[in-house]
């Protein structure tokens, strides 16, 4: 019997991104739900009813929502080409950058794009700071699974080249300049080799316009 695959995602979006990265990663055909994040579907609201967001990977009828446990998941269930380490340490290590990615690089990284010219020489520096890590984890590696793209890589190359730089570049910030953060640059430019990667970068020109929208929709009003 043909398995039911579906992901409920947006174009713009890293945390679906991510999904579909490993899902072709892994070669797991799958069919793709466009949602509009304004205006939800019933389907989505049925489906997530608690967060109301996508990603949501139904399969075979059961439905998993939040980004990483579904990377979890479908690491799990298709075991052809990891994504996640084998050893119980370095899976704990993935799992903390991926956690750093969405919880300290994304909030951090996002405020930089909202808040007005008063604070934001702070949070630059502050995202700057954070991004260094990576910058360090990344030497003498290809990718931050090793030699090939894995869990931290869909998940930071997903949110920080694929999303948030386009924040930065609507902006006219250069966020991660190339002579600071060589790693980082080198390590985009592995990424950008892959196909499974490749096939999942929103088109650049229109997600910078997107962004910028995105920007006015939630911009602190005074801050
Ligand atoms: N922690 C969630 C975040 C997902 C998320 O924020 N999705 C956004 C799209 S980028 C969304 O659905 N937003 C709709 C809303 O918040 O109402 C995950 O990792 O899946």
């Given at each position: 019997m043909a398995e039911e695959v579906k992901l409920l995602g947006y174009w713009a979006s890293p945390y679906s991104r991510r999904i579909e990265m490993a899902l072709k990663l892994k070669g797991v055909p799958y069919e793709y739900l466009e949602e509009d994040v304004f205006n939800k579907s019933p389907l989505l609201l049925q489906l997530n009813p608690i967060h109301k967001t996508i990603p949501v990977l139904v399969h075979n009828g059961k439905t998993i929502n939040e980004s990483l446990l579904i990377l979890e998941y479908i690491d799990e269930t298709w075991?052809?080409?990891?994504?996640?380490?084998?050893?119980p340490y370095e899976r704990a290590i993935a799992r903390f950058w991926a956690k750093f990615v969405d919880d300290q690089i994304f909030s951090v990284g996002f405020k930089s794009l909202i808040r007005a010219d008063k604070g934001r020489e702070a949070v630059i520096e502050e995202t700057q700071r954070l991004m260094m890590f990576l910058e360090k984890e990344l030497?003498?590696?290809?990718?931050f699974g090793g030699k090939k793209p894995g869990f931290v890589d869909v998940v930071a190359g997903s949110m920080i080249p694929f999303c948030l730089t386009r924040g930065w570049e609507g902006m006219g910030i250069?966020?991660?300049p190339e002579e600071k953060f060589t790693e980082i640059h080198r390590w985009v430019g592995n990424l950008n080799e892959i196909e499974a990667v490749k096939e999942c970068v929103p088109p650049k020109e229109k997600h910078v316009q997107h962004m910028i929208i995105i920007r006015e929709r939630f911009k602190a009003p005074s801050a």
């Open positions: 075991t052809q080409n990891p994504i996640l380490p084998q050893d030497i003498g590696k290809d990718f250069d966020m991660i």
